[in-house]
């Protein structure tokens, strides 16, 4: 399967994590194929925090599950440093995993419902056979900002969507993992109460030296936690770049039609009117992805070679890389 190509993997440096041509498919009852992710690669860099953003159904989830091995991928590879994941015997995969947590979407029901807090916290390093203190477990609620005094006996149906999380993310340090993904962390959660925990994963990433990849579709979000942002669209890639030129310097159309949907985002314009007003249509089916480019059919910059050509990564400034036919410097075609 094509993919959009790695020229935006950093060969040469020392990664954390180095996805490449990763793909998920399910099967449908009917006989189909879901291409939820079609092929896609990226790096992380230690310490770093990669953002990875995309409209609902583009395929971030199925990506954060298959680099977890959660279920693994249809193919490609996942390397934890030196260590591929990919391929591997279940005990294997759960010995080497174990250095990459993942947070999910909704807290309350990621938590089992029938365990305390003091049970969940301390459930991972049981499940290897270590012996958990007290110490090590109210420690880390304090790390999270929860009083063991109140939420020791408590189940997840007593503690607020927040505390939830906060418990989530003690459960996963308690693994001292180096990688930390984290599956729209915030976005069950209200306004108040993300600025909490999204602050909370900034000093826990600090303090605890982990490297983040941090999935979302709120553009604002993702810009302000991210050191670097990948974008999706239907199952690929369509343009890294660093997370402070997002709002200046995004040239993929696409990009720019999720800036444009922030009121105080707006992109430079490629040219006279704006790409919401003018991309049209809806996500096309994962069962039936446009040829060529995926988001030809939506976009107003498409010409023939979009159809016929899926346009491969490229660079266009330092850090800044693009798959696009008809955009950026170098663009072959002209719409
Ligand atoms: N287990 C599954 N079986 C069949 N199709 C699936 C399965 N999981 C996901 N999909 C499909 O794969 C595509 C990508 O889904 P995914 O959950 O990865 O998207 P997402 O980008 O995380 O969306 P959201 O922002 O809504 O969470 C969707 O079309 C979805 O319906
Ligand atoms: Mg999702």
Request: proline letters at 7%; a negative charge.
């Amino acid at each position: 399967m094509a993919g959009s190509g790695v020229a935006h993997l950093r060969l040469g440096a020392e990664q954390i994590l180095t996805v490449e041509e990763l793909v998920v498919q399910f099967p449908t009852k009917g006989g189909q194929t879901v291409h939820a992710v079609s092929g896609i690669s990226f790096d992380l860099l230690d310490g770093e925090t990669l953002g990875i953003l995309g409209e609902s159904g583009c395929g971030k989830s199925s990506a954060g599950r298959a680099v977890m091995q959660l279920p693994p991928p249809t193919a490609g590879s996942v390397r934890l440093g030196n260590d591929e994941l990919t391929g591997l015997n279940a005990q294997t995969v759960r010995e080497r995993r174990a250095r990459m947590q993942m947070i999910f979407q909704d807290p309350v029901s990621s938590l089992n419902p029938r365990r305390k807090v003091k049970d969940l916290v301390a459930e991972g390093p049981k499940i290897w056979g270590r012996e958990v203190t007290r110490e090590q477990i109210e420690s880390v609620l304090h790390a999270v900002g929860l009083d063991p005094a109140v939420v020791w006996e408590r189940r997840p149906h007593e503690l607020s969507g927040g505390q939830c999380q906060r418990v989530c993310i003690a459960r996963a340090l308690m693994l001292d993992p180096e990688v930390l993904i984290c599956d729209e962390p915030v976005s069950s959660l209200d306004v108040s109460v993300q600025a909490q925990i999204l602050n909370l994963l900034e000093e826990t990433k600090q303090r605890y030296g982990l490297s983040m990849v941090f999935i979302a579709h709120d553009l604002a979000v993702v810009k302000n936690i991210s050191d670097r942002i990948m974008i999706m669209y239907l199952g690929k890639v369509c343009e890294v770049l660093p997370a402070s030129s997002l709002a200046e310097r995004a040239l993929h159309p696409y990009t720019q039609l999720l800036l444009e949907s922030v009121p105080d985002m707006t992109p430079p314009p490629i040219e006279a009117g704006t790409v919401a007003q003018r991309a049209t249509g809806e996500l096309p089916s994962p069962l039936n992805p446009p040829s060529g480019c995926r988001f030809r059919t939506r976009c107003p910059l498409a010409t023939e070679e979009c159809a016929a050509v899926e346009p491969q990564m490229r660079e266009v400034e330092q850090g800044h890389f693009l798959a696009c036919h008809n955009s950026g410097p170098g663009a072959s075609g002209v719409a």
